[in-house]
């Protein structure tokens, strides 16, 4: 080899090599590459800002994804509210009884966005404690916050279905308690976050940096009034009166919790769902509020009309199909073909603009659950103090006041009558809460009959279907409801 | 440029540098690999002529390389190569080659005389193209004899006379075995690609894209909602810089392209420069371009049916007069190339201008390019590629399958009883009932795209001593794309009539690298042993920004002229691959040939316990004819050869894995000021793999009297594994779905390829191209045994099925299978009623396929006195359901087209399209997706162009003159405008045959000129 050769070959080896080297230098060559556009699991759980921006998380997804179905599907449910539009899976939950299928869904939605939101809070409860760097007592509210969730969640699968997932399993094995089982998790759910915000007793619960990072701003919501007012509805659908009469006295009537939305990041979906002046324009809205609360005149009193004002504006929509002679009265085609079925009107209260707040209970709950235990526990006359208190404000304080212009109860003091008085007394005031058709069925109205067309103003369901892609995965799911 | 370096490397991890390093040393291990010592070297010239032995015409561009040097050159446009080296004298080999050619070797010896003259050398035509010379597939050149697999390999004078605009529209109806589908007619294109039908659920069909071996993205970005339409970006290179295609289909023979290999590769390689004085290429075309056929419309002059009291006159407008006009179009092309001492050239520029035959629609496209090629010595030699283009298109909004707004919706979705031409005193355009005025969005609307796009690539070959070479290629692509839509305040528009402003861009780029080495020697005088090593990294990121506004001030286009601006971005989305290959081939006495090999892969996108993949392959050829049992035999005057070949690969599919599919995800909020964190739906997949592709082939290449006819049969059995679905769990795993590595879908089918020339005399020769494919397609293992694909979800994977089928409410049947109609009630007797189950739900049935059972091309081109070719292209496709949604919403929905007029008439029942009294059964046809099923059967003259050729004439040295028509006639039982359009083209790869008022493809006419000086 000659040396002018060889250095020419050496020249091209090495030139080849810096270029080999360069280019693989070049490259952002990971096999396990960053994700600037969200967070890993693992991220999440495993750090400080991953826990506290996740226990944000959970606070958003009930407030903005699951109140809706809860209030929405179970409204239709219970009559509370008519459907505006034709799409199937309204339709089906307007129909009600075997017309609900389990691919509806609606009831798919509710179902899966209460499972989730056990599952984002047992993923806190789990991670929580393991992440250090936390001080304890920021711990502590974060962990409150999250089994308060937990247990809402529990609470509102249970008030629609006759047996709930006790847990999330992503193996697709999630097993089922009966009501009992899992009201009694709930209420031990809501035990274990008020331990944790008495945990680091002599400090002020909770504290900055949680209600600084983890809390929505400003003063929307008092965390341990929110569990104390969960615990004192759970209590009582567990018929342990004496402790549920306990729990809604350490609730303050004046004061209130709320779901915050700013109308741009966090909408308040129910405004963009359901019928309202604001929206009126728009043909998009799916719900409305039903003309007298879609009750029956058994239990509506006309003359009851400041309480009715608070929820109901005055424009009217009639039933599609309804003729036009005589409106309201007379009714051309009786057997409406399309949504919407029902008299409705504009909702107002906390549904008037996309940034309304909305209660996370309401105060006068507490007084009615009172009134219930009372008689549970046979003491009829202090029910009717109870039921007098929620009709006759006057004087009252209550943070949320839905106003009260009605007379004291003058009705049977019988045990019977006097449910029937509380559920009256409930609609209103419990109105989009998502509580009407666990309460129908706790206080004893009377309900559908399987092979029965559904009166319109009777509950269509008792409990809802389990959802199809629930039995079909999982082996667990129980039998579904006759009706 | 340190600074970039560093940004680079920053995502580098500790393990990936140390696979980089591994690599660097194996590299090393090539490159220090002992160059065998040379006597002393003396400069030679050596020089001759290609020509074509039947007709004594030169063969332009035919490559002359000495063996065992990376010595080469093409040959002149007079057939002419010269070749100037350093040589030790001694025995050398020439060898000629040329596609559809059979390669010639001519051996020489190098002595005293430096000038070698190796005379004319001629190379006979090879019908079957078996001594072709190939790379796709085996990395190493290859003559198609020792290959065991299909290969199709195309050259540019197959597609100069398509008049395409891009490179997979000139490839429609050339490759057997492929199915090209031309999505709509805008002028930007949209071309589906699927090779040996669709081998995945929820990802791209579309195959690999390698350009002078750099990975080119054919992504369809939707930056802007033009309603399903957009554009596919291999539409940025130039179809004119090609030299050669080849078109793998399978694993079989593209196994060591690994986990992106399931839908086949098409590999391209452009135009390089020769030795000799500059030639210069010039051409230019121009296209006028025109609707093939219209619908018919609403005639009728009444608002009221026939028979009511008082009926309100009418006007009728067709408003496909507004929409359509004649287009026109240009494209300009020119190239250099040539080369002097060790140094060759090609460099290119080119224009295309094409109007759209919908008004306002336009593309345009500039290419420039420049290929070099640089030997250093005898034994090292550079190639260096790189072109940009910039492509811009005026687009419209045009169709109903998302967007709410368009010009062919404005067609569908309104009755044509109002003028939509502005008010000629105030200027104002008429509002219609559902969707803007079209006459507005042609006039005021802005949409537009445009995309600067940069790829290249250098590439370092090296044959130190006999036998052994190897290639370092190192290649990118990059571009950005940017979307731009604009509504003026005050529109007439449904969806933002206050205005709408929306910019969005896309950022992508692509880095490869690739080395291989092979190493071929004689084991024994009858065996020959090829053996290649490889190995590729690959690296993409994609970068994406918009924000839109609504309600905007007059005057002002931009997005901040509006209100509610919340940008969308994805930052760094990021592919990284590593894979190695290696691959022995054994040659027995030339008439056998095994190659056995396999590839391993690893990537970002898999989880971490199946990161590293393995596709092993093999492939055995047999030359039959090559015995000399058969030589003797008679019948070897009828069968001249004959080749039986069958291959066996795997390969991996990545189309549907996202980069972190992986992974359970959480996704940013804000709630009460807070900023959050809430986990998606969708629950990562931490052990995602690859869809893996099993394909078997068999296949005979034969040739019939004395070459005068090829025929290429193959079968393929494809099966593919282990295919993505997003199953939907149980709820109370705490989601909704999770991606499974599942589904399994076969292709099963057969390709044919026939050449004959029946014609060959002095002054007329006539060649003859006949593809046939047919495929089936099933898919199984559907978890939840009915999956939606697309079309408004009518498309689906269904169990057993094959993919993309119709699924939805059907017609009532009697037992003879006729439709059962209404007798009677308010929209009359003989509508046809729905079919419902027993509990009086709607009835799902299978009402069509999408997919053909057969297609075929039929390429004829007859050449007379050497100066007249006639071209004409027939393409077929059998047996494929299209669903018209473009006469389903314009009789039942806007009640613009014949079908309402004939109900106004009385002509067809009044509740015919819709009950006015809809019942569950008798909603009226408008309700029952059968009724809008139809045979897409078609038969199109895609190609026909007459040529003339012309030499010496006023200083041009050749040239010629054509007149091209693309798409000019189809001959289908289609209502609606082409059964070709699919405006679902973005949606998964099964989905197929959705006409959605999409742009219809237009008929086109050519005269284009080519000079050469």
């Known amino acids: ?483 | 440029m340190t600074q970039r370096l560093s940004l680079w490397r920053s995502n580098c991890s500790a393990t990936a540098r140390s696979a980089a390093r591994r690599s660097l040393w194996l590299l090393a291990l090539l490159l220090a690999l002992p160059t065998v010592t040379h006597a002393q070297q003396l400069r030679y010239s050596i020089s001759g002529k290609v020509l074509e032995s039947a007709t004594k015409q030169p063969v332009v561009g035919a490559t002359v390389r000495i063996e065992n040097t990376v010595l080469g050159v093409p040959t002149d446009r007079d057939g002419n190569f010269a070749l100037l080296v350093s040589l030790q004298p001694g025995s050398y080999t020439i060898s000629v080659s040329y596609i559809g050619f059979k390669r010639k070797v001519v051996k020489f010896t190098l002595g005293d005389n430096n000038q070698v003259q190796l005379g004319d050398v001629l190379l006979d035509e090879d019908v079957t193209r078996a001594e072709e010379v190939v790379v796709t597939g085996t990395s190493v050149l290859t003559s198609k004899k020792e290959i065991g697999n299909a290969i199709t390999t195309l050259n540019a004078s197959d597609i100069d006379k398509s008049a395409a605009t891009s490179i997979d529209q000139a490839l429609q109806g050339k490759v057997a075995g492929a199915l090209i589908n031309q999505n709509s007619g805008n002028p930007g294109g949209s071309i589906s690609i699927q090779l040996r039908g669709v081998n995945t659920v929820f990802g791209s069909a579309e195959p690999l894209y390698i350009v002078d071996g750099v990975i080119i993205n054919n992504a369809r970005p939707v930056l802007l909602n033009l309603g399903g339409y957009a554009q596919n970006r291999l539409v940025d290179l130039n179809p004119n810089d090609i030299e050669r295609i080849e078109v793998v289909k399978g694993a079989a023979a593209a196994a060591i392209y690994g986990s992106r290999a399931n839908n086949g590769v098409v590999q391209i390689f452009t135009k390089r420069g020769a030795l000799g004085e500059p030639r210069i290429e010039f051409g230019t075309r121009v296209n006028f371009d025109n609707v093939r056929k219209t619908l018919e419309v609403n005639t009728y002059p009444f608002l009221d049916p026939v028979g009511t009291p008082n009926q309100r006159p009418t006007q009728r407008f067709n408003f496909q007069d507004f929409i359509f006009r004649q287009a026109v179009g240009t494209e300009t092309y020119l190239s250099v190339s040539g080369g002097g001492g060790s140094t060759q050239y090609f460099l290119s520029a080119s224009y295309l201008g094409n109007q759209g035959i919908i008004k306002s629609s336009a593309f345009q496209r500039g290419t420039i390019r420049a290929n070099l090629d640089q030997t250093i010595n005898n034994w090292a030699r550079l190639a260096f590629s790189a072109s940009y283009s910039l492509s811009n298109s005026a687009d419209i909004l045009n169709n109903g399958a998302s967007g709410s707004d368009g010009m062919l919706l404005a067609l569908t979705f309104n009755n044509n009883n109002i003028d939509p031409r502005p008010d000629p005193v105030t200027g104002i355009y008429p509002r219609l009932a559902t969707t803007a005025n079209p006459v507005e969005i042609a006039d005021r609307f802005v949409f537009g795209q445009v995309t600067n796009r940069i790829a290249g690539s250098l590439r370092l070959d090296v044959s130190p001593f006999e036998g052994f070479g190897a290639d370092i290629t190192a290649g990118f692509d990059t571009y950005t794309q940017t979307g731009t839509g604009f509504m003026p305040p005050g529109n007439t528009s449904g969806g933002a009539p206050d205005g709408f402003s929306r910019r969005a861009t896309r950022d992508f780029r692509q880095f490869n690298l690739d080395a291989n080495a092979r190493y071929q020697v004689d084991l024994q005088p009858w065996l020959k042993s090829t053996t290649v090593v490889g190995g590729t990294l690959q690296y993409e990121r994609i970068d994406q920004l918009a924000a839109q506004t609504t309600v905007l001030a007059p005057l002002v286009q931009t997005v901040g002229a509006g209100i509610n601006a919340p940008p969308g971005e994805l930052r760094d989305v990021p592919l990284t691959l590593y894979g190695g290959f290696l691959q022995q081939t054994f040659g027995a006495f030339d008439k056998y040939f095994l190659t056995l090999g396999g590839r391993v892969d690893a990537s970002s996108g898999f989880g971490v316990s199946n990161r590293w993949q393995f596709y092993p392959r093999a492939s055995f050829s047999y030359s039959l004819s090559d015995e000399s049992f058969w030589k003797n035999a008679g019948i070897a005057q009828l069968i001249n050869s004959v080749k039986l070949r069958a291959a066996f690969g795997n390969s991996g599919g990545i189309t549907a894995i996202g980069s972190f599919d992986r992974l359970t995800l959480f996704s940013a909020v804000n709630y009460g000021g807070r900023p959050g964190l809430v986990p998606s739906t969708r629950l990562g997949t931490p052990d995602i793999q690859p869809e893996r592709q099993r394909e078997i082939e068999f296949g005979a290449d034969l040739s019939f009297l004395n070459d005068r006819i090829g025929l290429e049969i193959t079968y393929y059995d494809k099966v593919n594994t282990g295919l993505l679905i997003a199953r939907n769990l149980a709820p109370s795993t705490g989601f909704s779905t999770r991606l499974d590595n599942v589904a399994t879908v076969t292709n099963r089918g057969i390709e044919l390829l026939l050449r004959a020339v029946p014609v060959q005399a002095d002054n007329v020769r006539w060649e003859t191209i006949v593809n046939f494919s047919s495929n089936r397609n099933v898919a199984s293992n559907v978890v939840g045994g009915t999956v939606p694909l697309g079309i408004f979800n009518w498309s689906v994977a269904q169990e057993g099925q094959p993919l993309g089928i119709f699924f939805q409410n059907a017609f009532q049947r009697d037992a003879n299978g006729n439709i059962v109609r209404s007798t009677g009630g308010p929209g009359g007797a003989g509508v046809p009623l729905r079919l419902l189950e027993p509990n009086g739900a709607n009835a799902f049935r299978i009402i069509g396929d999408p997919n053909p059972s057969w297609t075929a091309s039929w390429i004829n081109q007859v050449q007379v006195v050497r100066n007249l070719t006639f071209r004409l292209q027939i393409d077929v496709l059998r047996n494929a359901t299209v669903v018209n949604f473009t006469q389903r919403n314009l009789n039942g929905l806007g009640g613009g087209g014949a079908g309402a007029g004939r109900v106004l008439a009385g002509e067809l029942p009044l509740g015919f399209y819709r009950n006015p009294a809809p019942t569950p059964d008798n909603p009226g046809v408008f309700f029952i997706a059968e009724n809008w099923m139809e045979d897409g059967s078609y038969v199109k003259i895609r190609e026909a162009s007459i040529s003339y050729a012309f030499n010496d004439l006023f200083g041009i040295r050749s040239g010629s003159i054509s007149v091209i028509g693309r798409n000019l006639f189809s001959f289908d039982n289609y209502s609606g405008f082409d059964p070709e359009l699919n405006a679902f083209a973005t949606q998964p790869g099964g989905v197929r045959g959705g006409d959605d008022t999409e742009t219809p493809i237009p008929r086109s006419i050519s005269i284009a000129l080519r000079v050469n000086f």
């Open chain 1, 1 to 483: 080899m000659t040396i002018q050769k060889m250095y020419s070959t050496i020249r091209i080896s090495v030139a080849a090599l810096c270029l080999a080297g360069t280019l693989l230098a070049l490259n952002g060559c990971s096999l396990d590459p960053a994700n600037l556009n969200s967070a890993t699991e693992d991220q999440a759980l495993s750090t400080r800002d991953g826990i506290f921006a996740t226990t944000v998380g959970l606070q958003r997804f009930y407030a903005v994804d699951v109140l809706p179905s809860i209030v929405t599907s179970t409204g239709v449910t219970s009559r509370e509210l008519a459907v505006r539009r034709s799409f199937v899976n309204l339709v089906e939950i307007e129909l009600g009884g075997a017309g609900l299928n389990n691919a509806n869904a609606n009831v798919l939605g509710l179902f899966t966005n209460l499972l989730r939101t056990i599952e984002i809070s047992n993923l806190i409860i789990n991670s929580a404690p393991r992440v250090t760097t936390i001080v304890d007592s920021t711990r502590n509210g974060i962990l409150a916050v999250a089994y308060l969730h937990r247990a809402m969640a529990l609470g509102n699968l249970i008030q629609n279905f006759e047996q709930a997932p006790i847990g999330t399993d992503r193996a697709e094995r999630a097993t089922y308690g009966n009501r009992t089982a899992v009201l009694n998790l709930a209420i031990q759910s809501l035990d274990s976050a008020l331990l944790r915000l008495n945990a680091t007793p002599g400090t002020l619960l909770p504290n900055s940096e949680f209600r600084n990072r983890v809390l929505p701003s400003g003063t929307a919501v008092d965390l341990r009034n929110v569990i104390n007012a969960h615990r004192a509805r759970y209590l009582l659908y567990a018929g342990r009166f004496q402790d549920a009469i306990a729990a809604a006295d350490l609730v303050p009537l004046n004061s209130r919790s709320d779901f915050v939305y700013d109308g741009s990041n966090a909408i308040n979906q129910l405004w963009a769902s359901v019928f309202n002046a604001a929206n009126a324009s728009a043909t998009g809205t799916n719900f409305g509020a039903r003309d007298s609360l879609g009750l029956p005149a058994a239990l509506y009193e006309a003359a009851d009309s400041l309480r009715y004002r608070f929820f109901l504006g005055t424009t009217l929509v009639r039933p599609a199909g309804v003729g036009e002679a005589g409106f309201p009265g007379s009714i051309a085609s009786p057997t409406p073909t399309a949504p919407p079925q029902f008299f409705h009107r504009n909702v107002l209260a906390f549904y008037t603009a996309n940034n309304v707040s909305i209660p996370i209970y309401r105060p006068a709950e507490m007084t009615l659950i009172r009134a219930e235990a009372f008689v549970g526990l046979n003491r009829p006359a202090d029910a009717v103090a109870e039921i007098n208190r929620v009709r006759t404000k006057v004087g009252v304080t209550y943070a949320i006041n839905t106003g009260a212009n009605s007379t004291p109860y003058t009705g049977a003091q019988d045990a019977a009558s006097l449910r029937t008085e509380i559920y009256k007394q409930r609609c209103i005031e419990l109105f989009m809460t998502g509580t009407r058709l666990e309460d129908a069925r706790r206080l004893g109205i009377p309900g559908p009959t399987p092979g029965q067309v559904v009166p319109p103003t009777v509950r269509n369901r008792n409990f809802y279907p389990y959802p199809e892609r629930e039995r079909t995965n999982n082996p667990n799911t129980p039998p579904d409801p006759t009706i």
